[in-house]
């Protein structure tokens, strides 16, 4: 069983940038799929980023202001977020699974919240 925490979560500014980190432990990093789902008030949690190692995949809501890393000597999973709007306001949660066909199905962390602030 994989444990995942996240952190980083805050208050900010539009435009502003937020780095959100997320420590897996229980397996290596290297073995796993890590992702970032977010979910707004009265919305259905959303697909944020993932990585599956060859590949790094983002919605198009975010493509070109997040970047997800990985350092799999730390464990730890990375989600830096520029030019933040009011519209990326949510609770953040990090997910890593098998395989990225079922990364829902994986292990979650409790989310932490980012506010953007208009």
């Known amino acids: 069983q994989v444990q995942v925490v996240e952190s980083g979560g805050r208050t900010v500014q539009t435009g502003g940038s937020l780095r959100l980190s997320c420590v897996a432990s229980g397996r290596p990093l290297s073995n796993l799929v890590p992702g970032w789902f977010r979910q707004a008030p009265g919305k259905e949690r959303e697909f944020v980023a993932a990585d599956d190692g060859p590949r790094t995949y983002y919605a198009d809501s975010v493509k070109g202001r997040f970047t997800l890393s990985r350092d799999n000597a730390k464990n730890t999973v990375y989600l830096q977020m520029n030019n933040l709007t009011p519209e990326d306001t949510a609770v953040y949660y990090c997910?890593?699974?098998?395989?990225?066909?079922?990364?829902?199905?994986?292990?979650w962390g409790q989310g932490t919240q980012v506010t953007v602030s208009s």
């Open positions: 997910v890593v699974g098998w395989i990225l066909r079922t990364l829902r199905d994986g292990s």
